[in-house]
């Protein structure tokens, strides 16, 4: 599988971002209860991968986008948001067909990266329909995940997963992340539409309080957003302050 690398896209081949990225999902599907952080094996799953005398063999890849002004337009936004929260993922597409959905996973399929971004291609299109908003609610998704790979690298997941029933506070924080980098990209450019980021957690938060993979309300998802902003946009917080000040927000508020 061919994925994309802060290394790549500075290269240039960044813009090949959908040329054989990712891969067709295998007839058994996903377990959306894996929530937004998959293992290995749970990603082996969604990408197809087969073991074949200790050799991954992959499913044949997505096409392309067929956008390339969006494609470049990407590529150069998935580098901003290593640059901005310290971390080089891979990144790659799935089949998402049967459950639109966007994740992160520990296991790096590319040497040299810190983990990695799987995002769906119907997630893509579902987002894309908002010609005025798809771009920034397609980057707030990607630096939630690309915020589960840092609390990986710091290792804050474990310290925000201890004695909890749920995995919300790990998905709130990484709201926050994704809210921090919208502010520090305001910052950069002004017209950037960071209330989508908001809005866009704020639809994907869920009601049930119980499941192991609640990830927070839509009020609280998009309260963490609101506050990662803050500390970026308007307390232009450094992003090891901002670790700090996202653990004790989830912590004293969940």
């Not at 309300?217 to 000040?245: C, F, M």
Request: with cysteine; charged share 25%.
């Amino acid at each position: 599988m061919q994925m994309l690398t802060r290394r790549c896209c500075i290269a240039g081949c960044g813009l090949l971002l959908f040329g054989g990225i990712g891969a067709r999902a295998a007839d058994a599907r996903h377990n959306p209860s894996y929530g937004c952080s998959l293992t290995a094996s749970e990603a082996s799953n969604i990408l197809g991968d087969k073991q074949d005398g200790g050799n991954v063999r992959e499913m044949p890849s997505i096409p392309k986008s067929g956008d390339k002004d969006f494609d470049r337009a990407l590529a150069e936004t998935l580098v901003r948001i290593s640059d901005c929260l310290n971390v080089t993922p891979s990144f790659a597409y799935f089949d998402d067909h049967d459950s639109p959905n966007a994740f992160a996973l520990r296991e790096k399929r590319v040497a040299g990266t810190d983990g990695t971004v799987l995002f769906g291609q119907r997630l893509l299109k579902q987002l894309m329909a908002d010609p005025e908003a798809g771009d920034a609610a397609v980057a707030g998704i990607c630096a939630h995940e690309f915020g589960h790979v840092l609390q990986w690298k710091v290792g804050v997941d474990e310290i925000l997963l201890d004695g909890q029933p749920t995995v919300k506070r790990v998905e709130l924080h990484a709201d926050f992340l994704a809210g921090y980098f919208a502010g520090v990209r305001k910052l950069q450019q002004s017209s950037f539409n960071a209330a989508v980021i908001a809005l866009t957690q704020f639809n994907a938060g869920d009601n049930m309080l119980k499941h192991p993979k609640h990830h927070g309300t839509p009020k609280e998802r998009g309260d963490a957003i609101v506050k990662g902003y803050q500390t970026g946009h308007d307390d232009r917080k450094s992003l090891l302050d901002a670790l700090n000040i996202g653990e004790k927000y989830v912590k004293a508020n969940f």
